[in-house]
């Protein structure tokens, strides 16, 4: 049995905080938990992220070409004793359904993810009508019991460490899920 999902939901915005994570402040986290590996298919959001980790020395990106593909990499990675991080779209988690249930659930496999919420700048801001791919996120997370944290600017940034703890604490898949473009 499964144990409860903790989540943390997305912190109000206050009057002195920035959209988005800092692409620099995001790297060093990245690099300070271990990862070894990112695997992730850049998308308008993430593609100041993709850049600095590809012109990283220290972490080895992959891009493949579908989430799912890159599900099973990750896991593969991770048994072979590495440390991979997914940076996937909302969209691509969707996509990749069978195989999280297939190579992370299943197998127990501690998947670490970092999810871009597309369409979560736009439901905020009251613009219609509201991206499904914002709507189904949570649902989602939640059917497959996956535990996640917000991490909309770097002020979230230590809920990259809480989820890698937790993936390694429950052998078991665990997301920060981004609202916003990360920024330089």
Request: with cysteine; charged share 20%; glycine share 12%.
């Given at each position: 049995m499964r144990q409860k999902t903790e989540i943390i939901p997305p912190q109000k915005e206050g009057a002195l905080s920035?959209?988005?994570?800092?692409?620099?402040k995001t790297l060093t986290a990245i690099k300070t938990l271990g990862f070894t590996?990112?695997?992730?298919?850049?998308?308008?959001?993430?593609?100041?992220?993709?850049?600095?980790?590809?012109?990283?020395?220290?972490?080895?990106?992959?891009?493949?070409?579908?989430?799912?593909?890159?599900?099973?990499i990750a896991a593969g990675l991770w048994t072979g004793g590495r440390k991979p991080l997914l940076v996937i779209q909302n969209t691509g988690l969707m996509e990749a359904g069978d195989a999280l249930r297939g190579c992370g659930l299943g197998p127990k496999v501690p998947l670490r993810l970092m999810?871009?919420?597309?369409?979560?700048?736009?439901?905020?801001?009251?613009?219609?009508?509201?991206?499904?791919?914002?709507?189904?996120?949570?649902?989602?997370?939640?059917?497959?019991?996956?535990?996640?944290?917000?991490?909309?600017?770097?002020?979230?940034?230590p809920m990259l460490e809480r989820m890698d703890r937790t993936a390694a604490e429950t052998s078991l898949p665990a997301a920060v899920v981004t609202g916003y473009a990360f920024r330089s």
């Open positions: 920035v959209r988005g994570a800092s692409v620099s590996h990112v695997l992730m298919i850049p998308d308008s959001e993430s593609r100041l992220l993709h850049q600095a980790i590809g012109d990283d020395p220290d972490i080895h990106l992959i891009t493949p070409c579908r989430e799912g593909e890159s599900v099973a999810v871009g919420w597309r369409g979560y700048g736009g439901a905020q801001a009251g613009r219609m009508p509201i991206d499904s791919a914002y709507t189904y996120t949570e649902p989602l997370l939640h059917a497959w019991g996956i535990p996640y944290w917000t991490m909309m600017g770097d002020e979230d940034l």
